[in-house]
């Protein structure tokens, strides 16, 4: 037995300002307005990171 709350809203995506790291190895991103620091660094590989910005969903 399955129970179905119907279809979900699609939750709008935004652009939004990240920092991204300059790793090739590694995968981190992080969005801007959660970083505490002008220009980060990675928290998985310590590299260096760099701005892009990517539609995301929007966050309340």
């Not at 935004?14 to 790291?21: N, S």
């Not at 981190?28 to 969903?57: D, I, N």
């Amino acid at each position: 037995m399955s129970f179905s709350r119907g279809p979900k809203e699609p939750v709008p995506e935004v652009e939004t300002k990240i920092w991204v790291c300059s790793s090739e190895d590694c995968n981190g991103w992080m969005r801007e307005s959660y970083s505490f620091e002008t220009e980060p660094a990675c928290p998985f590989c310590k590299s260096s990171m760099h701005q892009e910005v990517r539609m995301l969903p929007e966050l309340d």
